[in-house]
């Protein structure tokens, strides 16, 4: 009873801010997002009846409070469907930087979800599985079907689940990785959420940006796709300084980052920005103009270039962590 997993993280395009319940994290509207690739979370799980607690272990660390609980919780999701009660040793890993803005926890999540089922001898789909990785994260939803994938909003599995949206932009996006390294706290955001002002506006407006996002996909319309994905950050933005703590995530070098990226535009390059709760900043181009905006992007930080990831899957054994 012994799985390894992989699964990319997601550039939000339409992200959803805040939860209606947020044990089992039902958001409160439906949201579209991307892959990005090669990065990834890898993760083993094994189901052990010789073990005492469950044992977990993330980039080398063990791992302790809400971080815990929010992996337990997939853990007994897991454990329930399945009918077993055997603890569980985990360990997983990443190769890109965490906690900055890139969607970590989306990866991780969809990773430890997939390993678990597979671990644990579940027959799931891969809209199945995103129901099991959503109650830690409800991005990892979207990171489990892949590529452009949308969560429908939803009050139970059956409704609350992703599933990817087919698209010609797959093969021609590029994604530079502006990497901005100030700590977020995505939590504590949508926690707060329902208390902007801000909030009741994004969510008269975010439906009709929902289906013009998936007919600019539908149709391969790059700038009229990302131009959504630019104006929506900004959009997400209000509502998170607009809350209580007045969180303000961005840095000065991303702001930089924008206003390079509006240069670039002006000068006729396909590019455009976007953040999730974070200070870090995807770039958004083609594959016919991804060298020129990682030069101009790499004069203010560190950059990778990322291209469309796919789903989870599971990896054969000799790729386990333990």
């Known amino acids: 009873m012994k799985a390894t997993a992989k699964a990319h993280p997601i550039q939000g395009l339409v992200k959803y801010h805040g939860m209606r319940d947020s044990e089992l994290r039902f958001p409160y509207h439906d949201s579209i997002s991307v892959c990005t690739a090669p990065s990834h979370s890898k993760t083993t799980a094994e189901f052990d009846p010789d073990l005492a607690a469950d044992e977990l272990v993330i980039d080398g660390e063990p791992v302790e409070g809400r971080g815990r609980e929010r992996v337990v919780q997939v853990i007994d999701h ?129 439906h009709q940006q929902i289906s013009d996002m998936r007919e600019a996909l539908r149709v391969g319309d790059f700038d009229a796709a990302f131009d959504l994905a630019e104006k929506d950050s900004l959009s997400l933005a209000a509502t998170t300084m607009t809350g209580p703590a007045a969180w303000v995530y961005w840095q000065p070098e991303t702001l930089e980052v924008f206003e390079t990226v509006r240069a670039l535009r002006e000068d006729g390059i396909p590019a455009y920005y976007s953040t999730d709760t974070g200070a870090s900043v995807y770039v958004n181009t083609t594959v016919d103009h991804v060298d020129r905006v990682e030069d101009a992007i790499s004069d203010i930080v560190p950059t990778r270039v990322w291209e469309v990831g796919g789903p989870a899957q599971v990896l054969d054994e000799t790729e386990a962590l333990f």
């Open 78 to 206: 897991v454990r329930e469907l399945a009918g077993v009660d055997h603890h569980v040793r985990f360990e997983s890993e990443n190769d890109f930087p965490t906690n900055i803005g890139f969607g970590s926890s989306s990866s991780g999540f969809a990773a430890a979800a997939v390993a678990l089922c597979e671990a644990a001898d579940l027959d799931l789909t891969h809209p199945e599985m995103s129901a099991v990785a959503r109650r830690g994260s409800s991005s990892a939803a979207r990171a489990v079907t892949g590529a452009f994938s949308q969560l429908d909003a939803g009050m139970n599995d059956e409704d609350c689940r992703s599933h990817r949206i087919e698209t010609s932009l797959e093969e021609d996006l590029r994604i530079v990785a502006a990497e901005v390294p100030a700590f977020k706290h995505t939590e504590q955001a949508h926690a707060e959420a329902e208390d902007s002002h801000m909030f009741q506006a994004r969510l008269a407006h975010i």
